[in-house]
């Protein structure tokens, strides 16, 4: 009965001492989940602020290309117009009457 009741106990301690160690495994392997997890999140971010300052170049690249393409056909409208501006209608030939009615529709036929 006594050897009995040591092989219980026994196995009670080994029982309580295999869940634990299963419960230590269990929370090492989510603490190394979560890591994993965080610096995934992190590579996420870096890559995003990454992208975003290319994006933020491109478009600072693509805004100047429009200011100065905005600027030459300006400069073009102004020449014409000083060109043009003492002629009558009739002396002016179908081109630049076709590029002073476009610098008018963008309103810089004008000094």
Known sequence: M???LLVLVACGA???DNKAQQEA???AKA???AEIMRQADEKSERIRRQRAKEQAVIDAEEAALADAEQER???TCSVLF????NRKVSDLT???TKKVQACT????YER
Request: proline letters at 0%.
């Open 25 to 27: 495994s269990s929370a």
């Open 2 to 4: 006594k050897l009995a």
């Open 31 to 33: 603490r190394a989940d």
């Open 105 to 108: 529709m963008l309103g810089y």
């Open 82 to 85: 000083t060109r043009t501006a």
């Open 14 to 16: 080994w029982a309580q």
């Open 73 to 75: 056909v300006r400069k």
């Open 94 to 96: 179908v081109l630049e």
